[in-house]
């Protein structure tokens, strides 16, 4: 009977719930006003939530109820507690292959009042976005499946890192050198230093050290790099970890978030660098750069499509609309910083997102507006690695 009370519940919060945070904070400030749930009660109906919200747009006419019992079914990979309770009669089928576990659902949807069937694809209906190279069923179908937890081992820790991992019985697999895929709910900061010796960063973005490449830049010890968006540091920590000895300039458009790279860079031994901060979509705001920089890595804010998977909550209120507010934003940053670019110098544009017009559009922007060229421009896969999908185009001014 608890799995049907659970149930309930996730129907209570569906409905409180509208987006306007990110999920995860709402559902525990909801459990923080109720203290009648137990660690296990509340596991459960997070999970039913979240199954609920990895439907994406798909299955709208089914109830809230349903579409929860109809998202656990497509998310749990073999038979569970949970389903027996809730829909027993598909408990035992939860080990077929997703496209035909479809049609269990489709079943129930078309007897609704619903018409036609659905699918996969229905879960992210904006198809047509979509950036060159993306298989639309494929990434639409990860939208069931929780990522791993990726991190990625800091020079020479290599040994060390995997040592503490099997020391702590931590099991994990490795889908590139230096890179550690993990359950997601993995407590690996009890075992690693973290920082110092591994950095929690997806395997798209721990990707991006391929457009780093000394020799694809042709960086000299002491290159002079501005990150120029660079929130709590990631990919300046990549590059710095990449490069070897680097000129460092980092700026966000908040001190908050400057305060938290400055503790984090404390950690991973990085004490060299210049920071400030500034919004670089107002064309008039200061910016503190010492010389011209000859790398400016621009990760820019964007939809954040390529990392719904952690958050479908997202997946399930986006409004196609704020793809070109995100665009428009784009462009401005990138207008003010190439500005500062030196001669011969490499611009690195980088996204989360999914659709064209945040990616290869903007690239396309650069070129006409800044004359460069491209160097390198990709779309990292990750929705077929169980990690974020994510966009980097390497340019070069003359
Ligand atoms: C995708 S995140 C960067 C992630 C980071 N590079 C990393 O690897 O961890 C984008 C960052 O852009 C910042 N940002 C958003 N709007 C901005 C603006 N108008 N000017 C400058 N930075 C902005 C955000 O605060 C956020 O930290």
Same mark, same amino acid.
């Given at each position: ?21 990110? &999920? ?9 006003? %109720? ?9 459960? @109906? ?75 694809? =229905? ?8 950036? !060159? ?31 503490? #991992? +099997? ?29 110092? $010796? ?12 391929? &457009?780093?490449?000394? $020799?694809?830049?042709?960086? !000299? ?8 968006? =660079? ?20 700026? +966000?458009?908040?001190?908050? @978030? ?23 979509? +107002? ?38 609309? !704020? @793809?070109?507010?995100?665009?428009? #934003? ?30 290869? $559009?903007?690239?396309?922007? @650069? ?20 990690? %974020? ?8 001014? +003359?």
């Amino acid at each position: 009977m608890k799995f049907f009370a659970h149930l309930n519940t996730a129907v209570q919060v569906i409905g409180q719930y509208k987006g306007q945070q990110p &999920f995860g904070i709402f559902i525990k400030d909801f459990f923080r006003q %109720d203290k009648k749930y137990g660690s296990r009660d509340r596991k459960n @109906i997070s999970h039913l939530c979240y199954c609920y919200f990895r439907l994406g747009k798909g299955y709208p006419l089914l109830t809230v109820e349903e579409r929860i019992v109809a998202g656990l079914f497509l998310c749990s990979a073999t038979p569970n507690e949970m389903l027996a309770q809730l829909k027993p009669a598909w408990n035992d089928q939860a080990g077929l292959p997703v496209e035909e576990k479809f049609s269990f659902v489709n079943a129930v949807s078309s007897s609704s009042a619903s018409g036609a069937p659905d699918a996969a694809p =229905a879960i992210f209906p904006w198809k047509d976005a979509l950036s !060159a190279g993306i298989d639309h069923e494929a990434f639409s179908g990860s939208f069931l499946v929780q990522p791993h937890l990726f991190l990625r081992i800091r020079p020479g820790k290599e040994k060390m890192v995997q040592q503490k #991992l +099997d020391g702590a019985g931590i099991s994990y697999g490795m889908p590139a050198p230096h890179c550690i895929a993990l359950a997601n709910a993995s407590k690996i900061d009890e075992v690693i230093r973290l920082n110092k $010796e591994g950095v929690i960063q997806d395997y798209s973005s721990q990707r991006v050290g391929e &457009f780093l490449q000394p $020799e694809l830049l042709a960086a !000299a010890p002491g290159v002079r790099v501005w990150d120029c968006c =660079a929130a709590s540091g990631g990919k300046s920590i990549l590059a710095w970890d990449v490069l070897g000895s680097i000129d460092l300039t980092v700026s +966000d458009i908040r001190e908050s @978030i400057i305060a938290n790279l400055k503790k984090r860079f404390a950690e991973a031994g990085i004490t060299k660098y210049r920071s400030f901060v500034a919004d670089l979509g +107002d064309p008039q705001a200061t910016l503190q750069l010492p010389v011209s920089p000859q790398l400016i890595i621009a990760d820019v804010p964007c939809s954040g499509s390529g990392t719904w998977s952690r958050t479908p909550e997202q997946l399930y209120y986006f409004e196609p609309a !704020a @793809i070109a507010r995100y665009r428009g #934003l784009q462009q401005k940053i990138v207008s003010r910083v190439i500005e500062k670019l030196a001669p011969g110098g490499h611009f690195l544009y980088i996204t989360c997102s999914v659709f064209r017009e945040e990616n290869e $559009e903007v690239v396309s922007f @650069i070129q006409q507006h800044f004359g460069l060229a491209i160097v390198k421009m990709e779309l990292l896969r990750g929705y077929d690695q169980q990690a %974020d999908t994510m966009f980097a185009a390497l340019l070069k001014k +003359d």
